[in-house]
């Protein structure tokens, strides 16, 4: 069973992705934020890390910086999610290694869902 890592502060919208990665039929973890994503993301192996972009301290583009860092993680697969879309910061995601990055209103939950299974 492949393994997803949702990096999500907004509770309500983690429970969502989580909800619709398991009825797809992948087990899921969940982080509200970047340190705990990191753990998490050492300790899982998980196969793809869906990652927000706006979270509170450290942001994603931290998080990347931090993953490509770690030996033990720095191959994980990255798709960021957000609803920020600020060139430069979308532009520095991409060179920090994420294969996609989605804006949240563009995709509904089951769209997200086939766009993470084009990099499993």
């Given at each position: 069973?492949?393994?997803?890592?949702?990096?999500?502060?907004?509770k309500?919208l983690?429970?969502m992705?989580?909800?619709?990665?398991?009825?797809?039929?992948y087990?899921?973890?969940?982080?509200p934020?970047?340190?705990?994503?990191?753990?998490?993301?050492?300790?899982?192996?998980?196969?793809?890390?869906?990652?927000?972009?706006?979270?509170?301290?450290d942001?994603?583009?931290?998080?990347?910086?931090?993953?490509?860092?770690d030996?033990?993680?720095?191959?994980?697969?990255?798709?960021?999610?957000?609803?920020?879309?600020?060139?430069?910061?979308?532009?520095?995601?991409?060179?920090?290694?994420?294969?996609?990055?989605l804006?949240?209103?563009?995709?509904n939950?089951?769209?997200?869902?086939?766009?993470?299974?084009?990099?499993l």
């Open positions: 069973m492949k393994k997803i890592l949702i990096i999500e502060d907004e309500l983690a429970d992705y989580q909800d619709i990665f398991i009825q797809s039929g087990k899921t973890f969940l982080a934020t970047a340190e705990d994503g990191i753990k998490l993301a050492k300790r899982e192996k998980p196969d793809l890390i869906l990652l927000d972009i706006l979270l509170p301290k942001n994603g583009i931290d998080f990347l910086k931090k993953l490509k860092t030996p033990q993680i720095s191959s994980s697969k990255v798709i960021a999610f957000s609803n920020y879309e600020e060139p430069k910061t979308v532009r520095e995601a991409y060179d920090l290694g994420v294969k996609d990055y804006l949240k209103t563009d995709f939950p089951k769209e997200i869902v086939e766009r993470v299974e084009r990099y």
